[in-house]
Structure formats: structure tokens, C-alpha cells
């Protein structure tokens, strides 16, 4: 793992100065060695966290004529025969990296090399005969890559705070980007918060040339193909197959390896995987004081069961200390509340190795999430919804309306998201359940300058674009399309890759390996959500495997409980970040609006945990980042 940065200027010459700079405050993502190219119009830079090839792995990499050059974020899980059949094709390797491989495999294919990588990755070549740059992300988005065009030049890198570091690159802030973070608890791509650096989408790949650029997508997950086997068991079998080849494969590692155990179906699996192929493995947990939001003793059962030397940790988040550090690292307004856990297991572990094999994406393969069973309850009732008269309906519309005991139960709440999902979602119920201001409470929200800003745009449209390429899907598989083209790639992996970086720890999924991801995705759709069981073709597998108690726990979410916090020890902490003078005149929202929303929630009157989190990101990411306070 590392920080990769660059500049490529079409005239003139480049300051080193800057791109050392840029390279500097990324550091922590590669502590462990740095490296830079810097010839006339361009410029690259490195810092490397050393995994593999300790001794001679630093970057950049150059071909045999020095005419190409390298710099990748990431691991090449097929490096080693990828290596072997370049070597008899007359290549020449300098050092032993899993890295090398690609600037070699460019020199053979060009920007088809992607084909053949299989891994994490985020690289940059540049190609001096054709005065060509290329950039590229793996197909997950697990390794960020970001960039910025000015002057008919680019820069590039890993984060958006390195780029902030070239002068000319100015601060504009997107009100879409803001929309957008509201509704989803990120700013997926081809956004950033700031208007002029745009993020490279996963699966994709730049090419930059005379100041032109062209990106392309090079991968994308297919549900259409299925495979027909004889019985279930044989779909286990292969399903059991392919993930044993991907773990095995993310074990290989010159530094200490061990696995993230929450005590989930998932990080179990691994785990136990992983105790199949070797005597001794490293296990880690973290648990919290409050009993509701702790898994520690699901994960003690799995390690004695599998015989791991097993660690686990229980910590008291101080969460005014850490939070702003957090939004440092994240570089722009991030919602998911579990990067605060998932952060204290990543500094835990690092403590006692370099890399951690996880769990992740064992639920978008398999249907694992309680909002997917929740989206087929509402989309069988919306259909019947739908057809009622509309005199009942505008009878409902004033109940809900009303201030009464029905307006506050369930069914009530049911009802919205059906009448939302109508008027803003076009039959989309799934997208209405990732969204956390949803259309209406935004309206509420924006001032009279932001809803002008965003009169052309809805964050609706970014959800209703990739759930549109799905119409010949079975309703599960929209859904998991939906999660592997915008869950996992702008949530799930930018939570992970910061949390784990920031503690210069690498972090590997199996469950995300793309020929893993290709195979279950050909699986019929009745094997991952089978009479309301979510994960049904893998649990039959895991039936002997896993002990029994695991196998039937409840799902639980790696959360925090803010709920209670913000009502108790962080209260003062929200009133003094969101109705001071200068968050209420930013300008985003109707200052009313924000007061109304804190007080229901310290009242006690609704839970709006999730928006202030959200609300809370985004104030303290306006203070250090345009403010410039050191928090």
C-alpha cells in the first residue's frame, strides 16, 4: 500500500517543491520509504508502505529502456505468474514487486493490461514517447485516485489534500456534491466536494494527452450470464472453490498478516479459511462498553473454534477528540459513522501486523443486509399501494399529515417512504432506503442561494442512473448491482482504505475478489435470498463449518450508539458545532431548520442521530479544511 501524486504539464517545466509537497502530507499512507521522477513537464511521487520486495520495491518503476514509468497504490494478488510468462517473453524485471508486473504487462497491451490484473490498485503511467499519462483504478474502488485539470496540465492523487497543496488548484465548493452527501453519507464519483477535482470512477481509467483527457469504464458486473448446475451442492462446492483461491491468494505477504474477526457470518469465513491453509493465524476484535454494540464474545467463540491467537480490544471512543482528526484523513464530508470503529480496530491491529484480511462484501454477494429483505417487503406492498382509490389515499395522505398516534407508527412511516418513493424515486424503493435526508426534509432544509444552486440537479438522479441499467434483473440483483456500483466503491471501500491507511495497515476483502464477485453473480438469484433467509447458499455451505451459533445470530451493524451520545455526553459538543453564528451562516440552510432538528433530537421527540452525524461531518470538514482551524 501506498500515496501516489503526480503532475503533467503540457508547457513548462515542474516544481519539484510542490509535488515533494504533495507527497509529504500523505506520508502517513506510506511511512515506510518514498521515491519521485522528475524530468521537464512531469513529475511523480511516492510513499511506500512495504509489503512485498522489502529490500527493493521502491518506486517509481521503469521499463527496460526508461522510456515508461510506474506508480501504484495496491497489491497484484496474480503477480507471480504474471511475472513468470512476461519473463518468457523477453522482459526483464529489477525487482522482485508485485507492482513491476504492470509496466510491463502496458509495454504488451497497452490499456488492456487491466484485463489482467487482479488485485487493489490505483496506478499512474507515464509513457515518454507518447507523451501519454494513464491513470487507472481497480474494479471495486478500493484504491482511491483522484485529479484535477488547470492550464492544460493534471495533477493527480491519492487524496484530495495533496492536490490542495499546488497553488493553483483553488477551493470552490460544489452545493451538488453537498446535496448528494446529504442523501447518501458520501460523495461518490466522478465528485468531489470541490468543484474542480473530480474523482476517476472504479472500474475506470484515464488517458490525459496534450492537455486532452478521455476516461473509460473497463469492467462491470454481470448478472445476466447464470451457470446451471446440477444441484445446490454443487453451486456450494464451486462457491467454496473460488473463495478458498481468493484468501489464499491475499495471504501471500513478506510482513506479519492477520484477519479482522468481528464474529459476523463474513470475517468468520475467512478466518476459518485462512486456519485451513496455515498453522498459526492472527485474529482481531473490538468491542465497546455498551453491550448492544459489541460483538466480542460471537468472535472468542470463532477464534477458539478455528484455534487463532486471537486479541481483542475494548476502547471508549472519545469521539470530540478523534472526529476531527477522522475528517482530516477523509478529506471530505464522510457519513458513515462506523469509520470511527472501524478506525480504532485499524490502529489496534497495526499494533501487531502490517496487513488484515476482512470480511467485506460478503453481503452485496449474498444478499446480506437487513435493508434487502426490508426493499421486497415494501416493494410487495407498494404494488398494491399503488392501486388503491384514490379517495382512500388522500384520506391516508391527511392521517399521515395529522399530528395523531397514527402519524407516529410504523405503518405511517411505511406510508412515506411509499409516497416519496412515487413522487421522487420513479418505483425505486431500494434507493429510498440508502437515503438519509430524503428530498422532502431537504426541501425544509436549503435556503433560498442553495436550492437556486441546485435547481438543475437532484442527488435522485445519481441512485436512479445505475438503477436504470438494471430492467431485465431480478429484483434482488438490481439491488446488489446498485450496492457493487455504488455501496461498496464510494462507502464501503473509502471507509476502509482511510481507516486502515491513516494506521499504515493494508486491508484485503476476499469476498471482493472480481473473478469471486464474476462467479456468484452467474449464481441464480433464489440461492442468495431463499424464503426470506438472506445468504442462503452460503450458509448451507458454512452448516458444517461455522459453529452453529454464529450461523443463526442476528445481523449486527459495526456501529456507535450516537443516538444516546447526542443526548447525553456529545450534547453540548452538537449545540456548540451547529448553532454557532458561523455554521448557521454558511449559507447551505435555513438556521431555523438546523435548531429545529437539534432540539427534536436532544428532546427526545425523534431520532436524527444520522442527519446530525452527517450535519456534524460537515461543519467540522468547513473548518478545517476552508476555515483552516486546527481542531
Not at 12 to 30: A, N, V
Not at 73 to 94: D, V
Not at 175 to 184: A, K, N, V, W
Request: charged share 25%.
Amino acid at each position: 500500500m501506498c500515496a501516489i501524486c503526480g503532475i503533467i504539464k503540457k508547457d513548462g517545466r515542474i516544481e519539484d517543491w510542490i509535488l515533494k509537497k504533495m507527497t509529504e502530507i500523505m506520508s502517513y499512507r506510506g511511512p515506510d520509504d518514498e521515491g519521485f521522477y522528475i524530468k521537464e513537464n512531469a513529475g511523480f511521487g511516492h510513499k511506500r508502505l512495504s509489503i512485498i520486495d522489502l529490500k527493493t520495491g521502491r518506486q517509481p518503476f521503469t521499463n527496460e529502456d526508461n522510456s515508461i514509468h510506474l506508480i501504484c497504490n495496491g497489491e497484484i494478488y496474480n503477480f507471480q505468474e504474471a511475472r513468470e510468462q512476461l519473463i518468457k517473453k523477453g522482459h526483464r524485471f529489477a525487482t522482485g514487486s508485485d507492482n513491476e508486473v504492470i509496466i510491463h504487462l502496458y509495454e504488451e497491451k497497452g490499456v488492456d493490461c487491466l484485463k489482467d490484473l487482479r488485485g487493489m490498485f490505483a496506478f499512474a503511467i507515464w509513457d515518454e514517447k507518447e507523451k501519454t499519462l494513464f491513470l487507472a483504478r481497480d474494479r471495486l474502488g478500493k484504491k482511491p485516485l483522484v485529479y484535477s485539470l488547470f492550464n492544460n496540465s493534471i495533477i493527480f492523487a491519492s487524496e484530495i489534500k495533496a492536490i490542495l497543496q499546488h497553488p493553483e488548484i483553488k477551493k470552490d465548493i460544489n452545493p451538488e456534491s453537498i446535496d448528494i452527501f446529504l442523501s447518501y453519507q458520501a460523495i461518490p464519483s466522478p465528485f468531489t466536494i470541490f468543484k474542480n477535482i473530480k474523482k476517476i470512477p472504479s472500474a475506470s481509467y484515464l488517458i490525459w494527452k496534450n492537455g486532452n483527457i478521455t476516461i473509460e469504464k473497463y469492467w462491470d458486473i454481470n448478472f445476466n450470464k447464470k451457470i446451471k448446475l446440477k444441484n445446490t451442492i454443487e453451486y456450494e462446492e464451486l462457491l467454496w472453490e473460488k473463495l478458498t483461491e481468493a484468501t489464499k491468494l491475499r495471504m501471500i505477504s513478506d510482513v506479519p498478516l492477520g484477519a479482522f474477526l468481528s464474529g459476523g457470518v463474513d470475517s468468520s469465513t475467512i478466518v476459518g479459511i485462512m486456519s485451513q491453509a496455515s498453522s498459526s493465524v492472527k485474529t482481531f476484535s473490538i468491542g465497546f462498553s455498551e453491550k448492544d454494540y459489541s460483538e466480542l464474545n460471537y468472535a472468542r467463540t470463532v477464534a477458539s473454534h478455528f484455534g487463532t491467537e486471537h486479541r481483542q480490544f475494548i476502547v471508549t471512543p472519545d469521539i470530540i477528540k478523534i472526529l476531527p482528526k477522522l475528517v482530516w484523513y477523509y478529506n471530505e464530508p464522510f457519513g458513515d459513522s462506523s469509520m470511527v470503529p472501524t478506525y480504532y480496530m485499524a490502529q489496534q491491529t497495526k499494533k501487531y501486523v502490517t496487513v488484515a484480511l476482512n470480511g467485506d462484501g460478503g453481503d452485496e454477494n449474498f444478499a446480506g443486509y437487513t435493508r434487502y429483505w426490508q426493499a421486497i417487503f415494501m416493494q410487495k406492498f407498494f404494488g398494491m399501494y399503488i392501486k388503491y382509490p384514490k379517495q382512500i389515499k388522500k384520506i391516508l395522505s391527511s392521517l399521515l399529515q395529522s399530528n395523531n398516534v397514527f402519524s407516529k407508527n410504523k405503518i405511517s412511516k411505511t406510508l412515506q417512504y411509499f409516497e416519496e418513493t412515487k413522487k421522487y424515486y420513479r418505483n425505486n424503493i431500494y434507493s429510498r432506503l440508502l437515503v438519509s435526508f430524503p428530498e422532502s426534509k431537504k426541501d425544509q432544509l436549503y435556503s433560498v442561494d442553495m436550492k437556486e444552486n441546485l435547481k438543475d440537479f437532484s442527488s435522485v438522479g445519481y441512485l436512479q442512473g445505475i438503477w436504470e441499467k438494471t430492467d431485465n434483473l431480478d429484483f434482488i440483483e438490481k439491488m446488489l448491482y446498485t450496492d457493487f456500483n455504488f455501496y461498496i466503491p464510494e462507502v464501503l471501500m473509502v471507509k476502509m482504505d482511510i481507516a486502515t491507511m491513516s494506521n499504515a495497515l493494508e486491508a484485503r476483502s476476499p469476498f471482493l475478489d472480481h473473478l469471486f464477485i464474476e462467479t456468484i453473480a452467474q449464481f441464480p438469484a433464489e440461492l442468495k435470498f431463499k424464503r426470506w433467509a438472506s445468504k442462503y447458499i452460503l450458509k448451507q455451505k458454512l452448516k458444517n463449518f461455522l459453529p452453529e451459533e454464529i450461523l443463526k445470530r442476528k445481523k449486527m451493524g459495526f456501529g456507535i450508539p450516537l443516538a444516546e451520545w447526542f443526548r447525553t455526553e456529545m450534547k453540548h459538543y452538537i449545540t456548540d458545532n451547529l448553532l454557532n453564528e458561523k455554521c448557521l451562516s454558511r449559507g447551505y440552510f435555513i438556521p431555523d431548520e438546523i435548531k429545529q432538528i437539534v432540539k427534536e433530537h436532544i428532546s427526545g421527540q425523534t431520532n436524527h442521530s444520522g442527519r446530525l452525524w452527517l450535519l456534524l461531518n460537515l461543519e467540522l470538514w468547513h473548518r478545517i479544511f476552508i476555515d483552516g482551524e486546527n481542531l
